[in-house]
């Protein structure tokens, strides 16, 4: 069971928008602004889209936006594109001893 | 850009050691914070170790303490992941990881991945 809690499939169909939502604790998601989001195509390497709860890396479409509201934190893909279907997972910073904290991963499909 | 090779991982018996490597390229590797990240098959990803810019700090994952290791040598540009007492729970694929700052306090990002490489552990 991951740390962080996330559906475990969403969909959508080209050009509309999807969220996906990721819930921790009053230790992670709740205590900083350090959440991640990572696309991760299987058989390649995962890749960082989103950082600090809302920032995107370089290169990043404005297509994919972050937010958080208490304990939750959400990842927002608009105008969707075929080559969007992926797996995301989020993490987040924790207070614990285990520094980092996964979620169990959403498959988006695009349909 | 930077890149991340990973190596070192096969098929192994419980109760077996394995040394995973990690050779960076492409960035100042003793700027950063570098990390562990495996998956299972067929699981999400998890957070193994970490280890600070200088090697003063280090992190791990609760089913990992005290068995795992984590390294590196600056210059070589190298990550280390010491694995002791292999279990078939540690079966899975090994990312080395970039954190964004020098630091695995606060870390806020994974910036470049490697492919992975495979650990296997069965009898």
């Known amino acids: 069971q991951s740390a962080l809690t996330q559906p475990a499939s969403v969909s959508g169909s080209p050009g509309q928008s999807i969220t996906i939502s990721c819930t921790g604790t009053?230790?992670?998601?709740?205590?900083?602004?350090?959440v991640s989001w990572y696309q991760h195509h299987p058989g390649k390497a995962p890749k960082l889209i989103i950082y600090?709860?809302?920032n995107r890396p370089s290169g990043i479409s404005v297509r994919f936006s972050g937010s958080k509201s208490g304990n939750t934190a959400s990842l927002t893909i608009s105008g969707l594109h075929a080559d969007d279907e992926s797996d995301y997972y989020c993490s987040s910073y924790t207070s614990t001893t285990t520094h980092v904290v996964f979620g169990g991963g959403t498959k988006l499909t695009v349909l | 850009e930077g890149q991340l090779v990973e190596s070192g991982g096969g098929s192994v018996q419980p109760g077996s050691s394995l040394r995973l490597s990690c050779a960076a390229s492409g960035f100042t590797f003793s700027d950063y914070a570098m990390h562990w990240v495996r998956q299972a098959p067929g699981k999400g990803l998890e957070w193994v170790s970490g280890?600070?810019?200088?090697?003063?700090?280090?992190g791990y994952a609760d089913s990992v303490k005290g068995q795992f290791t984590i390294s590196r040598d600056n210059a070589k540009h190298s990550l280390y992941l010491q694995l002791n007492s292999l279990r078939p729970e540690d079966t899975a694929l090994y990312y080395c990881?970039?954190?964004?700052?020098?630091?695995?306090?606060?870390?806020?990002?994974?910036?470049?991945w490697g492919l992975g490489t495979m650990v296997s552990v069965s009898s």
């Open positions: 600090d709860v809302s």
């Open positions: 990881a970039k954190g964004r700052t020098y630091q695995i306090l606060l870390e806020n990002g994974f910036d470049i």
């Open positions: 280890i600070s810019w200088n090697s003063v700090t280090t």
């Open positions: 009053s230790s992670d998601i709740g205590a900083y602004n350090l």
